[in-house]
């Protein structure tokens, strides 16, 4: 993903001060660089569940499914809770809840909520496509 690049690149490697609002010479990561360092953070603690809100947000599609690859790799064997509007992610989770206006809506894995055909597909279909632009071939799969 690139962050191990980004690391030994900074002045102090691992132990560089990160935040300028907390220390003023401290090096400010771009948004991308930061979910990606945030992500593995909570990977490295090796907790049973982890929570994740809105994890992929700022990163670029392409990013994002190297991500979500990488991290359904490394987090096999723990549950993980997605908080997300994007739907890269979802092929990877063993049960999707999709919540409308409060309500659950739909909820199964990927391959049922795709052959139900109803909200969850037409989601993840629009997103798909963007996906495919942006990746090239076949964007989530």
């Known amino acids: ?22 220390l003023e010479n401290a090096v400010e990561l771009s948004g991308g660089e930061l979910q990606k360092l945030l992500l593995a953070r909570a990977l490295y603690k090796d907790a049973p569940i982890i929570i994740l809100d ?45 919540i409308d206006k409060g309500e659950i809506i739909e909820e199964g894995d990927h391959h049922t909520l795709m052959e139900l055909g109803g909200k969850y597909r037409e989601m993840y279909d629009k997103q798909s496509h963007y996906y495919r632009d942006k990746i090239g071939g076949e964007g989530f799969e």
Request: charged fraction near 30%; proline fraction near 6%.
């Open 1 to 22: 993903s690139g962050l191990m690049d980004k690391i030994k690149s900074l002045p102090e490697g691992v132990k560089t001060p990160l935040v300028k609002t907390i």
């Open 54 to 98: 809105e994890p992929t947000a700022a990163l670029d599609p392409i990013a994002e499914n190297e991500i979500y690859r990488k991290y359904h790799e490394l987090a096999e064997n723990r549950t993980s809770i997605f908080i997300s509007h994007r739907l890269a992610s979802t092929r990877f989770c063993d049960r999707i809840v999709l």
